[in-house]
Nanobody, 125 residues
Framework: QVLLVQSGGGSVQAGGSLRLSCVVS????????LGWFRQAPGKGREGVLA???????TYADSVRGRFAVSTDNAENTLYLQMNSLKPEDTAMYYC???????????????????WGQGAQVTVSS
């Protein structure tokens, strides 16, 4: 059974930092494309960051230079480090996993079958 269990999130003032975790069970994360997505109220699910099997990363322009993705293969865990947070980063954040994806599909929510339960991030001005 595949499970992605998220933790972290919360409320922070603009300029602050938060880290999200996503513990994966059911397959080794080193064998999958992994992604972080977010969804604000009334909006679609937006790709934020993705990491390929070879370790290559893809960033949305809105988070480049502020957010970073990392993995701990021993713990089978994916992390999202968010720095210099802005009020427009407020959203529910989701981790996702899928078999090998192409560069073009890595930030598309429709490319992923496996999802975490979500974690709320709220940034106040």
């Amino acid at each position: 059974q595949v499970l992605l269990v998220q933790s972290g999130g919360g409320s922070v003032q603009a300029g602050g930092s938060l880290r999200l975790s996503c513990v994966v069970s059911g397959f080794p994360i080193s064998s999958r494309s992994l992604g972080w997505f977010r969804q604000a109220p009334g909006k679609g699910r937006e790709g934020v960051l993705a990491i390929a099997i070879d370790g290559g990363t893809t960033y949305a322009d809105s988070v480049r230079g502020r957010f970073a993705v990392s993995t701990d293969n021993a713990e089978n865990t994916l992390y999202l480090q968010m720095n210099s947070l802005k009020p427009e980063d407020t959203a529910m954040y989701y981790c996702a996993a899928e078999r090998k994806l192409t560069d073009a599909s890595r930030l598309l929510a429709s490319s992923y079958r496996y999802w975490g339960q979500g974690a709320q991030v709220t940034v106040s001005s």
